[in-house]
């Protein structure tokens, strides 16, 4: 199913123009931009969606290509990590935002970081995911083995990152995904073809080797919520310890997941969800459900059949069905599991 997206474009500072979309209503939650980045593919592809439905419940789900990526810019003049600061700046400028949440993902973190750092007062929440402060090339004492496999994944990429058959693609998509399905594995393999070019892949890594907001970590004076996978391959989970360590009053949430990528089919995605409705304190509107569809859904959770739950409720099968799907409506879900989640965690199942 397409996601129905209005996608609109901004201008950086030194003129690259950034694609950029918002979906849900409630309080604006903004999301660094990150690489292999692609607003028409999270439109098409299952995971990206799942990600935007739990985003944009509650919430103003604001998201933007980074430049060299997607839909927007591809060729820019430079790429920075000062551009992607500027970027994220122009981003929040254009949807006219004054106070928002603020999510970084993987290399977003850093960006987010530092977005925080330079704007404590726009920043309520901040939320990093798969994050980290420093990378091989700015690590003091690194070893030269270290450096060398970092310089190969480099020389990698640039050879085989549009191949099919690249034995890199294979491993890069393995690393990031921990264990996805077929499809999952699919989906990320056309994003990385239709996100950037190969040279762009290349510049991208080059510039996540050399990440350094280590210093930045202690000035942080917002609240900040930390999560890391704790079989993440590509980042290491101490990593994503030792950022949360540095930042003053972060709460570290270790997520019992395999990849770099949280996937939405991993029982963790409900883990995340929670603590961040808990964070965020639950500040979008409350979906409302009716006495019945609360009934049908405890009965639900509970583990009982539409039948058994016909039964109990004196009613047809038919009509708990009907229930259900009302329920899964109204609480913007995809599925009776996710629904029965979504109201446990906003307390409506409560007897």
Known sequence: MTLHQDIRFCTSADGVKIATTSTGNGMPLVRAGTWLSHLDCDARHAEPQAYIRALSRGYTYVRYDSRGCGLSDRKPPTLTFEDGVKDLEAVVAAHGLKRFALFGMS???ATSIAYAV????????????????????STPNVSQQAIDEAELVIKSA?????????????????????NPTPEQQQELEERMQLSMAPEMAVAYL?????????????????????FHCRKDEMIGFEQGRRMAS???GARFVALEAQGHVLLSTEPAMQVFEAELGAFMGHTGPAPQLTPRQIEVLQAVARGHTDKEVAKTLALSPRTVEMHVSGAIKALGCATRAEAVHRAGTLGLLNA
Request: proline residues 6%; aromatic residues 8%.
């Open 246 to 248: 540095r930042i003053p």
């Open 107 to 109: 290399m977003g973190a």
């Open 158 to 178: 640039e050879l085989g990152w549009n191949s099919t058959k690249s034995v890199f693609r294979k491993l890069f998509v393995a690393q990031l995904l921990g």
């Open 118 to 137: 330079r704007h404590p007062e726009q920043v309520s929440h901040l939320i990093l995911l798969s994050g980290f402060a420093t990378s091989v090339f």
């Open 206 to 226: 080059r510039n996540n080797f050399s990440v350094n907001v280590r210093d930045l970590c202690p000035q942080i004076s917002v609240p900040t919520l930390v």
